[in-house]
């Protein structure tokens, strides 16, 4: 039997959480990851469920993830975000990617999504490659900006 694509279950988080920190690693910031499987379960399973993922599964073992939460456009509508999205390095090349993309695509359509958005690092060449293969648009132009945690903190302190 080949490769499952399925959508991700609570027992599958310890397989994502090794899939995180083979991304991290592979993008040159493996100390950067500090989530932990109980915050996977919470977040993702709890209340209020802030994302999703699919999974391909191969002699059930986790080989791959497709991670994904909504976001909204002012714009354009719901959108659906890939957060991260990995098959690890042993099964690359069997179209694991391409199956699990294609499966997130149709996530976006079951979901009414307007369309889907992600960001990837312009010196990852496979991935731009491979997104390119689809005809999506690599978009240059907009800036990523985020404040962590502990700036916000010190800088909501600075003005009470």
Not at 36 to 45: A, I, S, V, Y
Not at 47 to 50: A, C, M, P, T
């Given at each position: 039997m080949?490769?499952?694509i399925?959508?991700?279950?609570?027992?599958?988080?310890?397989?994502i959480?090794?899939?995180i920190?083979?991304?991290?690693k592979?993008?040159?910031?493996?100390a950067?990851?500090?989530i932990?499987?109980?915050?996977?379960?919470?977040?993702?399973?709890g209340?209020?469920?802030?994302f999703?993922?699919?999974?391909a599964?191969h002699?059930?073992?986790?080989?791959?993830?497709a991670?994904?939460?909504?976001?909204?456009?002012?714009?354009?509508g719901?959108?659906?975000?890939?957060?991260d999205?990995?098959?690890?390095?042993?099964?690359?090349?069997n179209g694991?990617?391409?199956?699990?993309?294609?499966?997130?695509?149709?996530?976006?359509?079951?979901e009414?999504?307007?369309?889907?958005?992600?960001q990837?690092?312009d010196?990852?060449?496979?991935?731009?490659?491979?997104?390119?293969k689809?005809?999506?648009?690599?978009?240059?132009?907009?800036?990523?900006?985020?404040?962590?945690?502990?700036?916000?903190?010190?800088?909501?302190?600075?003005?009470a």
């Open positions: 080949g490769t499952i399925r959508k991700g279950e609570i027992d599958d988080l310890s397989g959480l090794n899939l920190h083979e991304l991290a592979y993008e040159k910031a493996p950067e990851v500090t932990t499987l109980e915050q996977l379960r919470k977040d993702g399973f209340s209020r469920r802030l999703e993922f699919i999974i599964e002699h059930s073992k986790i080989v791959g993830m991670f994904y939460f909504f976001r909204y456009s002012t714009w354009k719901k959108f659906l975000y890939l957060e999205f990995i098959v690890t390095e042993s099964y690359r090349g694991i990617g391409t199956d699990l993309f294609n499966a997130l695509m149709q996530v976006s359509l079951n009414q999504c307007v369309g889907m958005s992600w990837v690092l010196w990852n060449e496979p991935a731009l490659h491979f997104y390119q689809y005809g999506a648009v690599l978009d240059s132009e907009w800036v990523n900006g985020k404040l962590m945690r502990s700036e916000i903190e010190k800088l909501l302190t600075k003005t």
